[in-house]
């Protein structure tokens, strides 16, 4: 079955940068679209990034654009969030995910905490 493991959260001061990684298993990686999505304390899970797997297109929120970067690796089934100019409004719990035959997979999470 799909395994994803999320890795990199913790604590920064605002301003500050962090890089997540999720390493995934139980499916063909190179394939399939990663995403990344948040949620904050008493808020919806929301959209981060994106990237494909067939040319590593990527998109983002607007909230991302210019400080998050969205990457991976098919050769370590891993995707990656860096993040930059962290804010405290990012404070959330990223989680991973992938859509595989119309089901969505998603990770334990990780914390990420921005103090300002």
């Known amino acids: 079955q799909v395994q994803l493991v999320e890795s990199g959260g913790g604590l920064v001061q605002a301003g500050g940068s962090l890089t997540l990684s999720c390493t995934a298993s139980?499916?063909?990686?190179?394939?399939?679209?990663m995403g990344w999505f948040r949620q904050a304390p008493r808020k919806d899970r929301d959209f981060v990034a994106a990237i494909t797997g067939s040319d590593g297109s990527t998109r983002y929120a607007d909230s991302a654009k210019g400080r998050f970067t969205i990457s991976r690796d098919n050769a370590k089934n891993t995707v990656y969030l860096q993040m930059n100019s962290l804010k405290p409004e990012d404070t959330a719990v990223y989680y991973c995910n992938v859509k595989k035959n119309l089901y969505d997979y998603w990770g334990q999470g990780t914390q990420v905490t921005v103090s300002s």
């Open positions: 139980g499916l063909t990686f190179s394939r399939y679209t």
